[in-house]
């Protein structure tokens, strides 16, 4: 699930300290990461559900491209799984620490016997990742989307509909110039710290 990097659309909760050009920039290179390590593992096929156009960032070849259907964030993944029809692990471009190991693991944990979804929270509550083994669009109904919260009640969901959950590792998004510092400094060698580091911008105290 991606929105397509744009001055003024993204990452806005960065500004300030970054000008809307500096956060659509970090959100390209979240980006390009995130479609990077998708790439290089061994997902079977890589589909993304995309709000905006493709662009340069986007690989030539290994992604299928859908548009994202209307409505909130949970009718968008809902719609999203549904146009994958089977077993399919989303995540966001908030979390450009991926890797592919990490990915393969995720998929390895969704695949195995007597699992029914994968969920990995992220640090502010919400989460970074949502596996299912068959699309059902009730996956995601009651769970407000972007709150403290949302982690726990999209657990009581999955658990609700008698699914078998594992929990991912909890990994921290992209939210604000703190989370940025913190996890170019947990992925030093990604695109995205790289584009940080060309920015006069200063970790928050």
Known sequence: MAKAPVAGRSKTRLCPPCTPAEAAELAEAALRDTLAAAAASSARERVLALDGEPGAWLPAEGFRVIPQCTGGLGERMAGALAAVGGPALVIGMDTPQLTPAF??????????????????????GG????GVKAPDAGVFTGVEMSTAETAAEQRRRLGELGLRVVELPV???????????AVAEAAPGSRFAAALARMDLRAPL
């Open 171 to 181: 990994l921290r998004d992209v939210d604000t110039i703190a989370d940025a510092f």
């Open 127 to 130: 989460y970074w990742a949502i």
């Open 103 to 124: 990915l393969d693991q995720a998929l390895d944990q969704l695949e195995s016997p007597g699992v029914d979804s994968v969920l990995g929270g992220a640090d502010d």
